[in-house]
């Protein structure tokens, strides 16, 4: 088995990706909070929802991108690259490429 440079381009692409989610995420708390003072709670609680996905995707796909660099649990490191897609589609179907060009490099 080579060991070719896709894993890592993916895993760095996941993780650059997963810090946007999470700084996404973070940015939504906030904004959901200054409008929840100021509107009904629907409002405060669409904008936790939301940031709650963005957040738990965002780990995802950062912990997909660290099993890359590692090349482990190949199922984790695509389902990483296929929550990437939702931040940053370009990087996603890069990673998603790579992912699934490299299988056969992890255990």
Same mark, same amino acid.
């Given at each position: 088995? *080579?060991?070719?440079?896709?894993?890592?381009?993916?895993?760095?692409?996941?993780?650059?990706?997963?810090?946007?989610?999470?700084?996404?995420?973070?940015?939504?708390?906030?904004?959901?909070?200054?409008?929840?003072?100021?509107?009904?709670?629907?409002?405060?609680?669409?904008?936790?929802?939301?940031?709650? =996905?963005?957040?738990?995707?965002?780990?995802? @796909?950062?912990?997909?991108?660290?099993?890359? =660099?590692?090349?482990?649990?190949?199922?984790? *490191?695509? @389902?990483?690259?296929?929550?990437?897609?939702?931040?940053?589609?370009?990087?996603?179907?890069? @990673?998603?490429?790579?992912?699934?060009?490299?299988?056969? *490099?992890? *255990?």
């Amino acid at each position: 088995m *080579e060991k070719t440079w896709k894993p890592p381009v993916a895993g760095i692409l996941n993780i650059i990706s997963g810090v946007f989610g999470l700084i996404g995420g973070v940015f939504l708390v906030g904004v959901g909070i200054i409008i929840g003072n100021a509107m009904p709670d629907i409002t405060f609680i669409s904008f936790f929802v939301l940031a709650a =996905l963005l957040i738990v995707l965002g780990v995802l @796909a950062i912990v997909g991108g660290v099993y890359a =660099l590692q090349r482990k649990m190949w199922w984790l *490191e695509l @389902a990483g690259a296929i929550s990437t897609t939702l931040f940053s589609p370009i990087m996603g179907i890069a @990673a998603i490429i790579f992912t699934v060009l490299s299988k056969s *490099e992890f *255990e």
